[in-house]
């Protein structure tokens, strides 16, 4: 039994030496201990990295930190403004009309027929060390021109020696701008911007025809020049100016200005990763971005890690001296002016599971974590005055809390093409729907839902647009008077009585047909979901038996329910959007009627059509925002509560929790080049993390002791056996 | 024995090609090229312009088993099911839909897989096969009763349980181990320890159960009476005529699992992050990527058939009786 314990001490011993005295359970290499690295995680591995071609947020995470569009949004201040990043300014709107005339900055809307917008851009900025700039003693480029054989033995990026940089310039954004139509891309926004930028879709047309040329006399690896071919929406004035121009007046051009798909892209990249033999070994500008922003991608092994190392040619930027009230109080300002980044190193570890990530938050292994239904209670408290606060345990770490509502919405829509939710094409037969559609909003109770299935994480919505965004009204003018009174203090929920009055009106009195006395049945459309999910349907289906109306879930894999939402053949159907730039716009074109999924296989999932609607927001889509934008939008909004196409759901509020040693940390649900702002104190994470990850040896001995316990005996037992003199 | 393995070999291709066409089929029916080309192309501002290119750039535009609008052999090879399938047979996977190369990938994910599998493999099978005889050596005795007892509880806890559970304790409770994530080299040392400890566990009770049922058959046969007669030691028994007979059933099951070790475990490697080809797969079936999931069915039915004809030839190495006549 001693000689056990003894033997299970030495391999303890010796395997702590091994692990270089750090915690056992620490993940990470020893060499990394001490040093300036935020460790994050990520659960999906990212597709695309090349800036015209990822739209994910998964991804976004790395390309944010990377590329350098012209502009961001100010990390600190709310509403979110937007400021230069790669641009000198902000660049300010010039308007032409037809015949090509200046017009003045307050002109009509109706007299636009350009916009173009100038941006200067900065001196003195440089990419990344990157081979495709590297040159040899004569100034000519190095790795540009290779053959087959000569890639041969290149497997990743670091296998070309030789690195070097460039400043960037003008021509390196109108690169990236034709690339959005590149025949042999997939940009997620050329459909958008060739509505907008003059001449973009016939540049597609030009480039599809020289690419099939190309491939024709060439073959498939060819290299597609977009230099010979000039765009015309698109003008270099000089290194360090450019021009963009796009039909009429589109002010949200702007926010997509502060988006990696109009981050600089040097065309000798392109042409460097063009090159025979390379795509088929992964060397692709959508494995290996190239910016030149704070950090680049120095190991991109997507299933398991992705490592963002600084930029050593960084060009510099200092921390924001001005935020919102209150930033100063939470010391969110005590870094003014210092330079950025203050991370040298950025982890993201691949966590498909919620528990080991969990986990790995709580021993300090990640510098920050969400929170996920199952960890809610273990996380998260109400204090006596209704706040959301961390809870003993979390508090005893050092853990924090912050709390911020996401530009999102998540609602259940009706199929407006429907004969029972949407109505025929009758008037009467549309008032009824209509009706239908109101008393379903009152009866389904989104407090409850967001108390029972997100632990209070959400707001009810009151229309489509969420909190923070331009049209947004709180408060008692902006309650949906359909569903809610004011109760002087909140909104409060009409009551049941009210929605029943509303059904017997729309036909359907105590859920049946007045008519036939047939039992209304509705037929709810859901993607096939996890166990879970279960009680989500069955609540669901509780909140229509208050009408006595019957609710059909019909559970399908996520394909057929796109197929059916595409088609139009679903009748209620739940979906969610995260906005794409902080302005109204973004949300209310869900319910445009030209953005119709059957007729235009638009955003608009419920092909809701209403004629006033439209219009008012052909009027408000291009309008800066202004008291005359929030009056159309108020009526807008007041014209999609009374047709109720949507109930409108819930805002989710994310709560976000962070170690004690993790600095400036402010939410920011629009902007994601945020790493740079951080601050990590390495000293306390690695007192802590020795602190909370003791390794406890005695199960060793234990084992130990049980092995022993088992073999005794089975010994003497076989001892006695085989000195018996005779076997039974 | 050459000619026996060229006719298993022969044998195997209408079996591949069998497995290829349930795969196309299972696949496609319940994912369109559509489906496929709208979960690369994301969930927002997909235009049917983008799915009709991205499916005409992978060759998703093409019927799927016969070109109606072509003559003679371009019926049945201008399609998807020729064009994804034909090359496989030469072992040229091609790349998979985000336009990486699928050999390279399951080159470098075999290792992570095998780091765990080959510990859980041969420590497991001495392990089981170790119990196995103790409890057989002391049948009808309470040793032998609570041993089953501990197999049967064993077998009846869940994969999942033990893993998190195993996570618990070891890692969360004690500081042990990390609890998820790999390294390459040495490092992988600690990140594999408790998989592969988890593995050896999980299997446990249904594998000593099942091999103590071998050795109690080979025990009351008659050459184990003779050998005891002649006063040899149970030791002895055991291990030199026992074993020996006792190994062809095992062996029908553990050589047959050899070649599955590179395909690594879907659970395990999701739970603790090893970037094997089991996640590799379950990553192909999420985002409908069907280079990759005929790929790694192609393979595993590959070695299936390698891991029977292994299990064949073992035989002949534990029993000189059997010959492959």
Request: hydrophobic share 40%.
């Amino acid at each position: 039994m001693l000689a056990d314990t003894r033997r299970a001490a030495l391999i303890a011993v010796a395997f702590a030496a091994g692990c270089g005295g750090a915690p056992w359970n620490d993940p990470y290499p020893a060499s990394d201990a001490g040093a300036n690295i935020l460790y994050s995680s990520f659960s999906e591995r990212p597709k695309h990295l090349d800036p015209v071609q990822s739209y994910s947020s998964n991804e976004i995470t790395f390309t944010a930190q990377i590329y350098e569009p012209p502009l961001q949004y100010h990390y600190l201040k709310r509403p979110y403004e937007l400021v230069p990043l790669t641009a000198a300014a902000v660049p300010e709107p010039w308007y032409y009309d037809g015949r090509g005339r200046r017009l003045p900055a307050g002109a009509a809307q109706r007299d636009i027929a350009y916009t173009v917008y100038e941006v200067r851009i900065r001196r003195g900025i440089r990419y990344q060390p990157h081979p495709a700039f590297a040159r040899d003693a004569g100034g000519h480029p190095l790795y540009h021109g290779l053959t087959r054989a000569a890639v041969a033995d290149k497997y990743k990026l670091a296998d070309f020696r030789e690195t070097g940089t460039r400043e960037l310039n003008a021509r390196d954004f109108e690169h990236q701008i034709k690339r959005l139509a590149h025949p042999r891309l997939h940009s997620p926004i050329f459909g958008l911007m060739a509505d907008y930028i003059v001449g973009l879709k016939e540049y597609a047309e030009a480039l599809k025809r020289a690419s099939e040329e190309l491939t024709a006399r060439s073959g498939k690896d060819a290299w597609l020049d977009l230099s010979r071919y000039p765009l015309a929406g698109v003008e270099v004035v000089d290194d360090h100016t450019y021009r963009i121009r796009i039909k009429g007046q589109y002010p949200q051009f702007l926010y997509w200005l502060a988006m990696p798909f109009f981050a600089p892209v040097p065309p000798e990249v392109d042409r460097f990763f063009g090159q025979p033999g390379m795509a088929e070994k992964n060397l692709t500008l959508d494995w290996y971005p190239v910016g030149t922003g704070p950090y680049m991608l120095a190991e991109n092994d997507p299933n398991r890690v992705m490592v963002l190392e600084r930029n050593p040619n960084y060009h510099g930027e200092t921390y924001p001296a001005e935020g919102e009230p209150g930033d100063a109080a939470k010391g969110l300002l005590k870094d003014a002016g210092k330079p950025l980044p203050f991370i040298d190193k950025a982890v993201f570890s691949l966590e498909k599971e919620g528990i080991p990530y969990w986990n790995k938050f709580l021993q300090g292994y990640y510098d920050r974590s969400g929170i996920t239904s199952d960890t809610f209670d273990q996380a998260v408290q109400l204090s006596s005055r209704g706040d959301a606060v961390v809870t003993e345990a979390m508090e005893k770490q050092g853990i924090r809390l912050s709390t911020s509502v996401a530009v999102s919405t998540f609602y259940m829509g009706f199929n407006m093409l429907d004969p029972i939710v949407g109505g025929g094409p009758d008037e009467r037969s549309r008032e009824r729907a209509r009706k239908l559609r109101q008393a379903i909003s009152i009866a389904v109770d989104y407090e409850e839902y967001i108390s029972i299935f997100q632990n209070g994480r959400g707001i009810p919505a009151q229309g489509p647009i969420a909190p923070g965004i331009f049209g947004y009204r709180g408060g008692k003018e902006g309650v949906n008077p359909v569903v809610y009174d004011w109760d002087g203090r909140a909104p409060a929920r009409k009551s049941i009585e009210a929605a029943k009055q509303l059904l017997a009106e729309a036909g359907y009195p105590n859920g049946a047909d007045a008519k036939t006395g047939a039992p209304l049945v509705l037929n709810f459309d859901v993607t096939a979901r996890s166990v879970d999910a279960k009680s989500m349907l069955d609540w669901t289906r509780k909140q229509f038996e208050k009408l006595n109306v019957q609710l059909v879930i019909r559970d399908t894999d996520y394909n057929r329910f796109q197929d059916k939402i595409r088609k139009g053949n679903a009748q209620i159907f739940e979906w969610g959007w995260h906005a794409d730039y902080p302005d109204p716009e973004n949300f209310l074109f869900l319910l445009h009627g030209p953005q119709g999924k059957v007729k235009n296989q638009g955003e608009n999932a419920g092909n809701y059509e209403n004629p006033e609607y439209d219009r008012l927001f052909e009027r408000m889509k291009n309008m800066p925002n202004s008291p005359e934008r929030q009056a159309i939008i108020d009526r807008m909004i007041a014209i999609l509560r009374h047709d109720a196409p949507w109930l409108w759901g819930f805002h989710p509020k994310d709560y976000a929790l962070s170690h004690a040693w993790l600095g400036n940390l402010k939410a920011n649900k629009i902007a994601y080049n945020t790493v740079k702002y951080q601050r990590v104190d390495t000293a306390l994470r690695e007192q802590k993390r020795r602190e909370w990850n003791p390794a406890v040896l005695w199960p060793f001995g234990l084992l130990a002791a049980l092995l022993a316990a088992f073999t005794a005996p089975a010994v003497l037992a076989y001892l006695r056996r085989e000195r018996s003199a005779g076997r039974a | 024995m050459i000619a026996y393995i060229l006719r298993r070999i022969a044998y195997a291709i209408p079996i591949l090609i069998g497995v290829n066409v349930v795969t196309f089929l299972l696949f496609f029916t319940v994912n369109t090229p559509d489906d496929v080309a709208r979960m690369h192309l994301g969930l927002k501002r997909v235009t049917p312009e983008a799915i009709a290119k991205w499916k005409a750039e992978r060759g998703y535009d093409k019927p799927l088993f016969f070109n109606t609008k072509l003559s003679g052999g371009g019926q049945l090879t201008d399609t998807i099911f020729y064009e994804k399938s034909v090359r496989m047979f030469a072992l040229d996977f091609g790349a998979a839909d985000d336009g990486r190369d699928i050999a390279r990938e399951i080159g470098a994910r075999m290792w992570p897989s095998l780091a765990v599998a080959v510990p859980v493999f041969a420590v497991g099978l001495l392990a089981y096969i170790a119990f196995a005889l103790v409890v057989a050596f002391f049948r009808a005795t309470y040793i032998d009763f609570w041993g089953v007892v501990m197999c049967v509880a064993m077998m009846s806890i869940s994969a999942m349980f033990y893993i998190i559970g195993g996570q618990y304790l070891v890692s969360k409770l004690w500081h042990l181990t990390p609890i998820s994530g790999f390294a390459g080299g040495a490092d992988a040392f600690k990140f594999v320890v408790l998989p592969a400890a988890i593995g050896i566990v999980g299997s446990f009770g249904a594998s000593t159960r099942l091999y103590r049922t071998f050795f109690l058959e080979e025990i009351n046969k008659d050459y184990v009476r003779t050998a005891r007669a002649k006063g040899l030691s149970e030791v002895t028994v055991l291990f030199k005529h026992v074993l020996k007979n006792a190994l062809i059933p095992i062996l029908t099951g553990a050589v047959v699992a050899i070649p599955f070790l590179f395909m690594g475990s879907l659970i395990t490697e999701s739970f603790f992050g090893i970037p094997g080809l089991g996640s590799y797969t379950i990553d192909a079936i999420n985002s409908q990527d069907f280079g990759v999931v005929r790929s790694m069915v192609f393979i595993g039915a590959v070695l299936y058939i390698v891991g029977l004809v292994l299990t064949d030839i073992s035989y002949t190495l534990v029993d000189p009786r059997i010959r492959f006549e």
